[in-house]
């Protein structure tokens, strides 16, 4: 009754082909393909230069400060929320099995 229908494959129909014939080229080594480059002096690169004057060097440590306490601050609120929530467990744990073990002495 439930047997599965196993597909056949079906039988191409149309042209059909045979695979062409992939004939090997000879390899040429690469200094061959490449002419030799010309000899330029060398360029040097136009990145500008930043200079660090003592008022960009104080605003680059104040914000690395602020960085640093901004971080901290979030890493010591998730500390103490994550120490809140297993007190606040630890508690209804307690309190739970203060209640079954009242609840097994009455009877």
Do not use: D
């Amino acid at each position: 009754m439930l047997r599965p229908k196993i597909p056949t494959m079906p039988t191409p129909t149309g042209i059909v082909t045979t695979p062409a014939i992939i004939e090997p080229t000879a390899i040429t080594p690469a200094a061959a393909q490449f002419p030799p480059p010309a000899l330029v002096a060398p360029v040097a690169p136009s990145r500008p230069v930043i200079e660090l004057t003592p008022g960009t060097a104080l605003a680059l440590v104040g914000g690395g400060t602020a960085v640093v306490l901004v971080v901290g601050a979030v890493l010591v609120s998730m500390l103490l929320a994550v120490a809140i929530t297993g007190i606040s467990v630890a508690v209804c744990a307690v309190v739970l099995r203060s209640l079954i073990s009242s609840h097994h002495k009455r009877r």
